[in-house]
């Protein structure tokens, strides 16, 4: 069987507050996909219920044939990978030891990391372009660059989705394009499957092959032409 | 090892190497007062360093302690009713520890029953701070409806002091800590991931909710048994994380948690000598780790800048 991460008839929202009426989606491997609405609508709730953070309040999603609500924190990790938009209080600790600690939900050593977790993370710092940054704390550097080690962190995790809310937020252009570069790259070399959301529709028509246009607490598949439609 | 009778280092050294050879007063000063007094100071700095440190992990939040979320209050409410309620004719040691426990447990019940509802840690922390209040304001009316005798004590209590222990009690305190803290060893990635906040934690594989369960109870543990036997002490698992993250420069659990434990026994041992020589008859513990503790923390606020978990 072909893996997939399927969402059906999912209802997603917190308590008794429906965001989201009735999504249903597959997404295969080695896809890229942009989520597109205006601020409020639930694109992050969507992520968040997509990525296991958030319970969905009807529905079901799976991965590999397995309902990730049934799965533990760790072995969902396996799965799906995600990154925040932004973090608040960001602590001492430096690049290579948040890096590393992608590696908590696949390495065989939970307690104490080993070599080739540590490996594992500098692979990614270097495919992230931020080796510079290892010893770098996360205290210490700018917004752009902490981005890039959150997602190098989620690379670490070696799992076969991952979600993004809003990547690019705090990137320059340079950056912008240097981050979606490397998740493309990564989605044909690794199958990587990616679903963002982000509002700059220049990056989302350059990149996404599909998008789920959130609107009226509903949500539409369109084509990558039809950022230009919403252009006009 | 340092008191009001002094003993010539050279008899310090065979009374604790060969105690049978020693003269007899001397040895019961040592071996049944001052060290367990030192041992019993070393456990609390430790345990109350600890609870502080993981704690303030947990909430990502650099004023949170022991004292701040209830937990120091539910044990001093437990210990109150023992107290004041005239000790029931029970053994002290068991007794006290049973009592601070039950308070700090029924604390820590509600506060896990809380955690599971409120999504992010401000509202906890917020909860745990108006608990101490409220039980704070139950003490009160203990206190004042108690007997002068109970009073006594209960303040006496209060103060906090290393000196009311025997060894049971510094041993029951030195194995809780180590424990805990091989426990905690073993949970430093989790804590680690913990300061990048409960989403980042939740999207590397880390249960949030177990977690947060289980540095709850460990807390408990560790803040009942100290609050039991010294009274509640302030300060110390409040600053002494912030002395440990000054020294390393670094919040990651894997340096900190050793220095910080070293560091609490260190600043413990201090304040009580202190306490036990400022002044002629001794000055109470809290006295001591609040004039010691407070400045700590108002310095490396203005050192800092900005407060770091």
């Known amino acids: 069987m072909k893996e997939a991460l399927t969402i059906s008839n999912l209802f997603c929202g917190y308590g008794r507050e429906v965001l989201i009426h009735d999504f249903s989606a597959r997404v295969d491997l080695s896809e890229m996909i942009a989520v597109v609405g205006t601020n409020g609508s639930g694109k992050s709730t969507l992520l968040k219920t997509i990525s296991g953070q958030l319970k969905s309040i009807q529905g079901e999603i799976t991965v590999s044939g397995i309902n990730i609500q049934e799965l533990d924190q760790r072995k969902r990790a396996r799965y799906i990978s995600s990154v925040q938009s932004k973090v608040e209080n960001v602590p001492n600790l430096d690049v290579l030891s948040v890096v590393t600690l992608g590696r908590y939900a696949t390495t065989d050593s939970v307690y104490f990391f080993k070599s080739e977790d540590e490996e594992v993370a500098k692979n990614c710092l270097h495919q992230m372009q931020i080796s510079h940054l290892m010893h770098k704390s996360v205290d210490k550097i700018s917004d752009g660059e902490f981005q890039k080690v959150m997602i190098a962190r989620a690379l670490a995790q070696s799992a076969k989705w991952m979600i993004l809310d809003e990547p690019t937020a705090y990137l320059d252009y340079k950056a912008k394009n240097s981050v979606m570069k490397i998740l493309s790259e990564q989605m044909q070399s690794q199958g990587l499957s990616v679903i963002f959301s982000s509002h700059d529709l220049d990056m989302v028509s350059k990149y996404a092959s599909r998008i789920w246009f959130v609107d009226n607490q509903k949500i539409v598949e369109r084509s990558a032409s039809f950022i230009d439609e919403l252009r006009r | ?309």
Request: net charge positive.
């Open chain 2, 1 to 309: 090892m340092m008191g009001t009778i002094s003993i010539p280092f050279s008899n310090l050294v065979q009374i604790l190497l060969d105690p049978d050879l020693a003269q007899n007063g001397w040895n019961y000063i040592i071996w049944e007062i001052r060290f367990p007094r030192a041992l019993t100071a070393f456990s609390c700095g430790i345990s109350l360093s600890i609870a502080g440190l993981v704690l303030q992990t947990l909430f990502r939040n650099p004023l949170a302690g022991p004292s701040v979320l209830g937990i120091s209050s539910g044990a001093t409410l437990g210990v109150s009713l023992w107290l004041l309620a005239g000790g029931l004719g029970l053994s002290a040691i068991v007794s006290t520890a049973i009592a601070a426990l039950i308070g700090s447990w029924m604390v820590l019940l509600l506060l896990i029953w809380i955690a599971g509802r409120l999504r992010d840690n401000v509202s906890l922390l917020i909860f745990g701070i108006m608990l101490s209040f409220l039980v704070g304001a139950f003490v009160n009316v203990l206190e004042f409806k108690s007997t002068d005798t109970a009073l006594r004590a209960f303040i006496n209590w209060g103060m906090g002091s290393f000196s009311h222990t025997g060894w049971t009690e510094t041993m029951l305190l030195l194995l809780a800590g180590i424990i805990i803290l091989i426990v905690l060893a073993f949970m430093v990635n989790p804590l680690n991931a913990l300061l990048l906040g409960d989403d980042v934690a939740h999207s590397i594989g880390v249960s949030v909710k177990k977690n947060r369960i289980i540095i709850i109870l460990l807390t408990g543990i560790l803040v009942g048994l100290t609050t039991a036997y010294c009274g509640p002490i302030a300060f110390i698992g409040l600053a002494v994380p912030h002395i440990g993250r000054m020294i390393l420069r670094t919040s990651d659990h894997r340096y900190l948690l050793p220095v910080v434990c070293a560091a609490g026994g260190t600043v413990s041992l201090i304040c009580d000598f202190v306490a036990q020589h400022l002044v002629d008859g001794g000055l109470p513990i809290n006295t001591v780790t609040s004039a010691i503790g407070a400045p700590i923390v108002m310095f490396l606020i203005f050192k800092g800048g900005k407060n770091k978990t």
